[in-house]
């Protein structure tokens, strides 16, 4: 076959595309496979103890049991798919419970309560196992402006608050604090308090840090707060004996700001590069970013219009990059306005629909969330976390079935496609394949065995790389 393209000229020039191609790859190297929470609680520092995420799981699960003390209680408050057929007497629903019991799980989702069933089983068992994935001690708006000694005393005591939960395993798997921000009025104390913290943590621990551990820096505008951070950081590590690059950072989308600046451009993704790959993620503050467009109290909430376009800026300007999002939290606690033993029957049922109004909200912010990409979100009290469960695995057993198809599918074109050195062009899509069941797997939604429906093997799931395992494929077919 005759060809017309001088082949030097034409290596030079796919020599000078591959450079900026790898650049590219570089730049936006797709999402992370690493497990990231489904939430952050967020919780004032002065309340903050060793064992505060195990007393949240149990207040959580009595606000459940309370308040839905069966799966079709629950089912029928939310509208859950089939709700509808479900028994209303107590006896009828025990007896379908016994049922479901002692089905498999493959013969359960043939039942039309299966569903149901599920979400509910899969909440009380997080809440009794792993109530809270991630924990953010606040030393901003959960904390207030108070006198600099309590402030100093709150941080050092919070950190031997940390370091008996390490000792003892009461920790979240993720944890870290949230200091002021680096405003001019701010910064002063916020390092203040970084400082006492880490050096008060790190002395009662020997140098060690919990897993997953981040600082917040909230209300970031210009880059010059980032990198003043990682200064800080540097600082710290060397004056505590930390491997360089040991300590991480979050930031905060609560501004228009930091959505467009004074030269009508998109600054996040400059913000994330100025933290020199320290910045994990960035979280939606939803209360503050809805005061700076003028929006009135009452209209402050997740589902305002203006949250979804800063949410869309944000994932225009960081998707594909590896950071985390998350989006903010609802302000509307599941929490009765009536207390005491000895209520009215009138009393008991304001109750009940106080918070079944508060966990419908909840419920619906966190699903739409979920379905524009944020997976996860911010909760403020023990009582919101039965919602985060409930929309999160909803969200996942409803997606069940057409996320396996389409994986299964992509990974039989993809290990007959061709792989170019290191780089395979579908990797990221197979990724982001992936990553739904990860996420799954990550929360308790699903199980590894589910997850082999797909065709892919329990050791190929844990690479949690779809680009190892079509390597791995294809090296047992060469």
């Not at 017309?4 to 190297?29: C, I, M, W």
């Not at 089912?75 to 629903?93: Q, T, Y």
């Not at 389409?406 to 990553?435: H, K």
Request: hydrophobic letters at 40%.
């Amino acid at each position: 076959m005759k060809l017309s393209l001088p082949e030097s000229d034409k290596t030079t020039l796919l020599d000078q595309l591959g450079v900026a191609n790898r650049h590219f790859q570089q730049v936006y190297p797709g999402d992370k496979p690493d497990r990231q929470p489904v939430h952050t609680v967020y919780g004032g520092a002065n309340l903050f103890k060793a064992d505060t995420c195990v007393r949240m799981g149990d207040i959580a699960l009595n606000n459940l049991q309370t308040y839905a003390p069966n799966f079709a209680e629950l089912a029928r408050v939310l509208h859950l798919k089939n709700h509808e057929n479900l028994p209303p007497l107590e006896k009828d629903i025990a007896a379908l419970t016994t049922k479901l019991d002692a089905l498999s799980a493959e013969a359960r989702k043939q039942e039309p309560a299966w569903l149901a069933y599920s979400v509910y089983h899969k909440i009380v068992q997080k809440l009794q196992r792993e109530p809270v994935e991630d924990f953010r001690i606040d030393f901003e708006d959960g904390f207030g402006n108070r006198p600099d000694a309590e402030e100093d005393a709150t941080a050092s005591r919070a950190a031997q608050e940390v370091a008996k939960g390490m000792r003892q395993g009461t920790l979240s798997p993720f944890i870290g604090i949230r200091i002021k921000p680096f405003t001019e009025d701010m910064k002063a104390r916020g390092v203040r308090t970084l400082d006492i913290f880490l050096t008060t943590l790190l002395a009662e621990t020997g140098g060690q840090l919990p897993g997953n551990f981040v600082v917040m820096l909230p209300k970031v505008t210009i880059p010059e707060q980032m990198t003043t951070m990682v200064r800080l950081f540097e600082l710290l590590e060397k004056a505590n004996g930390l491997a360089p690059g040991t300590l991480k950072m979050e930031t905060m989308v609560e501004a228009t700001q930091i959505i467009m600046d004074e030269e009508g451009r998109n600054p996040l993704l400059r913000l994330i590069r100025a933290s020199e790959g320290r910045c994990v993620a960035a979280h939606f503050g939803t209360y503050d970013y809805t005061a700076s467009c003028g929006i009135t109290a009452r209209y402050q909430t997740m589902a305002h219009p203006v949250c979804d376009f800063a949410h869309h800026m944000t994932k225009v300007a960081l998707g594909g990059t590896g950071i985390f999002l998350s989006d903010g939290a609802t302000n509307v606690m599941p929490i009765g306005p009536h207390r005491g033993d000895n209520l009215s029957y009138a009393q008991l049922r304001e109750n009940q629909e106080s918070v079944h109004n508060a966990w419908r909200q909840a419920y619906h912010h966190t699903t739409h969330s979920l379905i524009n990409g944020l997976y996860q979100g911010w909760d403020l009290n023990p009582a919101q976390l039965p919602m985060r469960y409930a929309a999160t695995y909803n969200f996942f057993l409803s997606s069940y079935d057409d996320a396996v198809t389409r994986l299964r599918t992509f990974v039989e074109r993809a290990a007959i496609s061709t792989l170019t050195g290191d780089i395979f062009d579908d990797a990221a899509t197979g990724q982001g394949l992936l990553n739904f069941f990860l996420k799954a797997l990550n929360c308790g939604a699903i199980s590894e065995e589910d997850i082999e429906a797909t065709g892919l093997t329990r050791e190929e799931i844990n690479t949690r790389s779809f680009f190892r395992i079509l390597e791995g494929r294809r090296g047992k077919t060469e």
